[in-house]
C-alpha cells in the first residue's frame, strides 16, 4: 500500500497525557502537560518536511475493543 511518510511519537507520558477522547475539546487537550509533546512532534515533522505525525496516545480509541485489537495485532 502506498502511504505518506510519518513520524512517530510513544513514551512515558506522565500524569497528563492527551487521550483520542480529550482531542474533542481541542481548547482543553492543549490545556494539558502532554500537549507540549505534541507541538514538540509536529515541530520536528515539519522541520523533516513530512506532513504527518502518529502519537500513540490519542490516534487510538481505546473506548473501541475492536479498534484496539486491531492496533495491537498490527504492531505485534
Given at each position: 500500500a502506498d502511504r505518506p511518510d510519518y513520524l512517530?511519537?510513544?513514551h512515558t507520558w506522565g500524569d497528563e497525557k492527551?487521550?483520542?477522547s480529550d482531542m474533542a475539546n481541542?481548547?482543553?487537550a492543549k490545556r494539558k502537560?502532554?500537549?507540549v509533546k505534541i507541538e514538540g512532534i509536529c515541530r520536528k515533522?515539519?522541520?523533516m518536511l513530512i506532513d504527518y505525525a502518529w502519537v500513540d496516545t490519542y490516534c487510538l480509541d481505546k473506548s473501541s475493543s475492536a479498534e484496539l485489537t486491531e492496533s495491537i495485532r498490527t504492531i505485534g
Open positions: 512517530i511519537l510513544t492527551v487521550t483520542f481541542i481548547e482543553a502537560k502532554g500537549w515533522a515539519r522541520l
